[in-house]
T-cell receptor, first 113, second 112 residues
Framework: DGGITQSPKYLFRKEGQNVTLSCEQNLNHDAMYWYRQDPGQGLRLIYYSQIVNDFQKGDIAEGYSVSREKKESFPLTVTSAQKNPTAFYLC????????????FGPGTRLTVL | QKEVEQNSGPLSVPEGAIASLNCTYSDRGSQSFFWYRQYSGKSPELIMFIYSNGDKEDGRFTAQLNKASQYVSLLIRDSQPSDSATYLCAVMESGGYNKLIFGAGTRLAVHP
């Protein structure tokens, strides 16, 4: 089955620790995205990548980093510099910029203790 | 700052009724519009997209677009309790690389 996978589903982190969230897709999509969702709010774009080895900051990139070494993979690192990292993190992909929408993985719920 | 506005709800409708969800956007150059359904604790699921003014129907769903008024709506006919979810409106930013701007969502509750 084609799709987007994210792991882990739940993640707990102590303050001051960096954590990496995994996102993998086998849809052969060129573009991948990371969003953050807080309760009662819409999705906010963290980073996006249109092609391998290239990515751009979204609206709330501070405290986050990404890499795109393979077309299938777009991991997100939440660093200790992120002031309020507790949130629901969503990875998405789309075929290209002429897409008919972005498709989401199941998400990772990060809680900072 | 480009924005997408939705009434947060909850919008409560009886089973079998038509649910009408509305969305306005500020980016006048936007050309592509999307509706996502999100169940509590789950990720968004794409249910409709529309590019042209007018109506687009898919099963019980109808998306309506009026670019002059910068207004998008989603109608759900014969609403079912399983339609109870948050509906997110998303607008593709003009001049961007498939960047979507999301509204905060409208929570729909369909009661038997």
């Amino acid at each position: 089955d084609g799709g987007i996978t994210q792991s882990p589903k739940y993640l707990f982190r102590k303050e001051g620790q960096n954590v990496t969230l995994s996102c993998e897709q086998n849809l052969n999509h060129d573009a991948m995205y990371w969003y953050r969702q807080d309760p009662g709010q819409g999705l906010r774009l963290i980073y996006y990548s249109q092609i391998v080895n290239d990515f751009q900051k979204g609206d709330i990139a501070e405290g986050y980093s990404v890499s795109r070494e393979k077309k299938e993979s777009f991991p997100l690192t939440v660093t200790s510099a992120q002031k309020n990292p507790t949130a629901f993190y969503l990875c998405a992909s789309s075929r290209d910029y002429q897409t008919r929408g972005q498709f989401f993985g199941p998400g990772t719920r990060l809680t900072v203790l | 700052q480009k924005e997408v506005e939705q009434n947060s709800g909850p919008l409560s409708v009886p089973e079998g009724a038509i649910a009408s969800l509305n969305c306005t956007y500020s980016d006048r150059g936007s050309q592509s519009f999307f509706w996502y359904r999100q169940y509590s604790g789950k990720s968004p699921e794409l249910i409709m997209f529309i590019y042209s003014n007018g109506d687009k129907e898919d099963g019980r769903f109808t998306a309506q677009l009026n670019k002059a008024s910068q207004y998008v709506s989603l109608l759900i006919r014969d609403s079912q309790p399983s339609d109870s979810a948050t509906y997110l409106c998303a607008v593709m930013e003009s001049g961007g690389y498939n960047k979507l701007i999301f509204g905060a969502g409208t929570r729909l509750a369909v009661h038997p």
